[in-house]
């Protein structure tokens, strides 16, 4: 079993930052896919940004230059370096993991910007 635990969400004004962290425990295999998702009002989960165990990372276009995704030494953990954010980034975030097939979920962590 895999627990997924996300922190550091919280209300920012348009142009702050902010940090987002997953941690990662259970059974945690060496090859695995982490990502972050987000989930508007409205709206449907859409994949923020994904980075696999050999540090190959991916963006969505709505936030290539602005988002950084990275893992930790221990690699059971992952971040999302948010810079530059617009209101449209509001949503709850979801971390998540894939691994042998089965994929994971975070409680997600609620981000709100304004303007």
């Known amino acids: 079993q895999v627990q997924l635990v996300e922190s550091g969400g919280g209300l920012v004004q348009a142009g702050g930052s902010l940090r987002l962290s997953c941690a990662a425990s259970?059974?945690?295999?060496?090859?695995?896919?982490m990502a972050w998702y987000r989930q508007a009002p409205g709206k449907q989960r859409e994949l923020v940004a994904f980075i696999s165990s050999g540090g190959l990372t991916n963006y969505a276009d709505s936030v290539k230059g602005r988002f950084t995704i990275s893992r930790g030494n221990a690699k059971n953990t992952v971040y999302l370096q948010m810079n530059s954010l617009k209101v449209e980034d509001t949503g709850v975030y979801y971390c998540?993991?894939?691994?042998?097939?089965?994929?994971?979920w975070g409680q997600g962590t609620q981000v709100t910007v304004s303007s």
């Open positions: 259970g059974s945690i295999f060496n090859f695995n896919i």
């Open positions: 998540n993991l894939q691994a042998r097939g089965s994929g994971y």
